[in-house]
């Protein structure tokens, strides 16, 4: 009954649901793979062969090829994967209908708990997602992953009905957001033009006015601009020293109240900025139009003085270095490039960014027995462990490198070899746990053989100088997760598209915005404000 009612709730046409339940029909090609595991003399708690179907975006290509990582894991946990594959557009869509007609796999992968709450207490309500065990002591790593701070946010009935997948590792978590954005500048141009490191928002935009107006590529024509974005939420960060929580879009507790930061009497000052950016020649004028990473051509190419991204983006053979050097063949992308260090706030403190500790999560259907939850609790376990990191990192010992008793690795494979493309499942089984953002950010072997030594270097003394430099924006992460009737209506609030308009806009910005949050209003703002402060006093906030 309770999953008949989930059904109406969905209002799909009976056809689009018929067509997307032929993708997780017993028929799937993939069913049948490795079965000869289900003769393994695999003894102890792996004894009994497991089918396990697993929803992942693209995993039908990337299990495809059956590879010595899926089969490895399929070995040692006596299991066969059957991959129930999603795409990025429907992933949502499909898990609706499955839902509804008890199709789910055994492990979903969806972003409930962090997009859309509300579903996911309909999930519990409903039964269709199961419970993990209160005592989680027999799977240590994957215990310790469930105390991050914001999981009890996610908590239903003091119960998690999730395993969310963290973007960094709990231990260092604070500390490696602080790359996750940065603002790459031209130090050439800034040398050039006799200008030094901005210690403020004006001399801030000074420099990318300069950018904008004298020249600096020395080709007597009037086209470069101040700063471009990979995508507007990285644009965010620039204006931390003015309003911290505005660069990661948190809630902030004003007046005894907990506010969503775009009712913040702090956004006048933002907006502002922005507009003087706009207006004075300093910011990109296609901003509000150019298409993710679109923009960043124009860095690349000497037509922008500074670019908003993240510093890990200089990895990989798309990445800015790559890029930039391609554009400029003969150059040293280091010797012309660094990254811009935020200024202090009127208080004299430097914020770096943080965001959610997770996006996404794994959540195991209702229907699996005890036997075969115990069995993905065990797999995930191993996925958290410090072996799996090492086969992740790594890849297969004696395959793809040696260790000594040490713990000195020496990598056998070709040098440059991309283990994601040698074995097309790591992409995927790397990422089922966490998305393990950290990894390419370590000092390590694997990374100095595949980016070099002085991609990584530059890496770890950008970390290094914002652990020391800097503190974390201020964060209420069990905001981002909680659910409240009015909180969840907010979620149809396009803020993005309203403060471009608003940049974009000739009257005074602050009135302007004044007469978005009256749209706002009718949306239930003030029912939202009122529900999460109430919500968070049960955690003393």
């Not at 029909?25 to 393994?40: D, F, P, V, Y």
């Not at 997948?165 to 050039?192: C, H, I, Q, S």
């Not at 995930?380 to 690795?409: A, V």
Request: aromatic share 12%; net charge negative; proline share 5%.
């Amino acid at each position: 009954m309770k999953k008949m009612k989930f059904l109406a709730s969905v209002g799909l046409s009976s056809a689009l649901i018929l067509s997307l339940l032929a993708g997780c029909g017993s028929g799937n090609k993939a069913e049948n793979i490795n079965q000869s595991a289900e003769g393994s003399s695999v003894d102890g708690p792996y004894k009994e062969h497991m089918n396990i179907s697993l929803s992942w975006w693209g995993i039908g290509v990337g299990f495809e090829p059956h590879d010595d990582v899926v089969k490895k894991i399929e070995s040692d946990f006596n299991v066969t994967f059957k991959p129930i594959d999603i795409g990025w557009d429907n992933y949502k869509e499909k898990s609706q209908v499955w839902a509804a007609s008890d199709q789910l796999p055994d492990i979903i992968t969806h972003s409930l708990t962090s997009d859309t709450p509300a579903v996911y207490n309909e999930w519990v309500n409903q039964d269709l997602i199961k419970a993990l065990p209160e005592d989680l002591s027999a799977y240590p790593n994957l215990k310790d992953a469930m105390q991050t701070e914001g999981i009890d946010g996610i908590k239903r009935d003091g119960k998690l009905y999730a395993i969310p997948r963290m973007t960094f590792p709990r231990d260092d978590m604070w500390a490696v957001w602080a790359v996750d954005g940065a603002v790459f500048v031209r130090k050439d141009w800034m040398e050039k033009l006799g200008i030094s490191d901005p210690q403020n928002f004006d001399e801030f935009k000074a420099m990318l006015k300069a950018f904008a107006e004298k020249d600096p590529d020395g080709n007597n024509k009037n086209d470069t601009t101040g700063i471009v974005m990979n995508t507007f939420g990285y644009f965010k960060n620039v204006f931390a020293p003015t309003f911290p929580e505005f660069g990661n879009k948190g809630w902030v507790k004003e007046d005894g109240q907990w506010k969503p930061f775009y009712t913040s009497a702090k956004m006048d000052e933002v907006l502002r900025q922005a507009r003087a950016l706009y207006k004075e020649k300093a910011l990109d004028p296609d901003f509000a139009v150019a298409k993710a990473g679109e923009s960043n051509q124009k860095f690349y190419q000497n037509k922008a003085g500074a670019l908003s991204f993240a510093t890990n983006s200089v990895f990989g053979s798309s990445g800015i270095k790559a890029e930039w050097e391609k554009n400029n063949p003969g150059l040293n992308f280091f010797d012309h490039v660094k990254v811009l260090h935020p200024w202090a706030d009127a208080n004299g403190v430097k914020y770096r960014n943080v965001n959610s500790p997770w996006w996404s999560e794994s959540m195991i259907n209702a229907n699996v027995d005890d036997k075969k939850l115990e069995r993905i609790l065990r797999i995930y376990d191993w996925l958290l462990s410090p072996e799996g990191k090492e086969l992740f990192d790594y890849g297969i010992e004696g395959k793809d490198y040696t260790k000594t008793s040490d713990g000195t690795y020496t990598i056998t494979r070709p040098e440059g070899t991309d283990l994601k493309k040698l074995y097309p499942s790591m992409d995927i089984v790397s990422q089922l746990a966490a998305w393990r953002n950290a990894a390419i950010l370590e000092d390590n072997a694997a990374n100095r053989a595949a980016f070099g030594d002085e991609t990584v270097q530059f890496v770890q003394d950008e970390l290094k100088w914002m652990k020391e430099n800097t503190e974390p924006i201020p964060t209420a992460f069990e905001i981002y997760t909680l659910s409240t009737p009015a909180k969840d209506k907010l979620s149809t609030i396009n803020f993005d598209d309203d403060f471009k308009r608003v940049i974009l806009g000739n009257d005074d910005p602050v009135v302007m915005w004044k007469e978005v949050l009256k749209g706002y209003e009718a949306k239930g703002l003030q029912k939202a404000i009122a529900e999460v402060t109430e919500a968070m006093a049960q955690f003393n906030k």
